[in-house]
């Protein structure tokens, strides 16, 4: 887990300062297990880009609140600014966790952005690995661990970038294959609009914005994004609203005056109410809590 450099770095038994691997364009850890993991973690945002391989065991957490469960091998990818919060692992788990900067994602994903399944990539942060490929992918993390290590090579960053670049065309480029044929239109138009409201929930709180920018009616939308996750889509807008108050409550010294002006709320007051409404408690208390 990667956090603002606000915030507790406990949850996790890492083998230098986060600060350091921040300072980073990538950093990788090759022996990641169970016992390296909190057994529960309030949610917190990434400042950094995270990859982590599933080799073997369970994994369960919540990203954007929507809760991922898989079983290795397989990869959940989740960008900068993005929240994660772990809910369970396996006993037997263990995995591969790479960081990665802003600039070093934006230069691999440059040489991949003609490729047809880009949306998948984007919008989707798991996929499964079909057992057939399995050894490459551990082939790969194995190698990136190598050529990072290598402090007296002035071109490690070329070499990382080129290698996943290279590896993504001749074998996970079918992971997302896969991914693309088993998505309807019902579930693009709910993954659409999720994003869309993770990227505008501080300022458009109604559903109309949301159905205006996806071409079709609040009604259908509403329907549409109940049935693919069992929330409504007024109910996503709220829940990410009180994340983010969460995440700012838990992870920042900004007052609950500052956090009620980010999240564009009229008064202190007003954000108070909303916020014990759907916790159950102050915005004081829950950071006390």
Not at 22 to 34: E, H, S, V
Not at 159 to 175: D, E, M, N, T
Not at 228 to 233: L, R, V
Not at 272 to 279: A, E, L, P, S
């Amino acid at each position: 887990m990667i956090y603002d450099s606000k915030m507790d770095y406990g949850y996790m038994a890492l083998p230098m300062n986060v600060d350091e691997i921040l300072g980073r364009d990538f950093w990788i850890f090759d022996n990641f297990t169970a016992a390296m993991m909190p057994n529960a973690m309030e949610p917190a945002k990434l400042t950094a880009s995270v990859s982590i391989y599933v080799r073997r065991g369970f994994f369960k957490a919540a990203i954007n609140l929507q809760v991922i469960e898989m079983s290795g091998p397989a990869v959940v990818s989740i960008k900068c600014g993005e929240t994660l919060q772990l809910i369970e692992v396996s006993s037997d788990f263990s995995a591969s966790f790479v960081v990665m900067s802003k600039n070093f994602v934006e230069d691999v994903f440059l040489h991949i952005n003609d490729v047809q399944n880009l949306t998948a990539i984007a919008s989707h942060p798991v996929f499964r690995i079909p057992e057939d490929i399995a050894p490459k992918f551990d082939n790969l993390y194995d190698s990136l661990h190598l050529i990072a290590a290598d402090a007296k090579n002035p071109n490690v960053l070329k070499v990382l970038r080129h290698s996943i670049i290279a590896f993504y065309f001749r074998y996970a480029y079918r992971c997302f294959d896969l991914i693309e044929e088993g998505t309807d239109s019902a579930k693009r138009l709910s993954d659409r609009f999720i994003k869309l409201v993770r990227d505008n929930f501080k300022t458009q709180r109604f559903l109309e914005f949301y159905a205006a920018q996806l071409g079709v009616t609040p009604k259908h939308l509403s329907r549409t994004v109940k049935s693919q996750t069992g929330f409504s889509a007024a109910s996503w807008i709220e829940r990410f609203m009180i994340l983010e108050a969460k995440v700012l409550l838990k992870s920042t010294n900004l007052t609950v005056q500052q956090i009620s002006d980010n999240l564009n709320f009229p008064t202190q007051s007003f954000f108070g109410k909303y916020f014990k409404k759907n916790v159950g408690m102050s915005p004081k208390a829950y950071r006390n809590s």
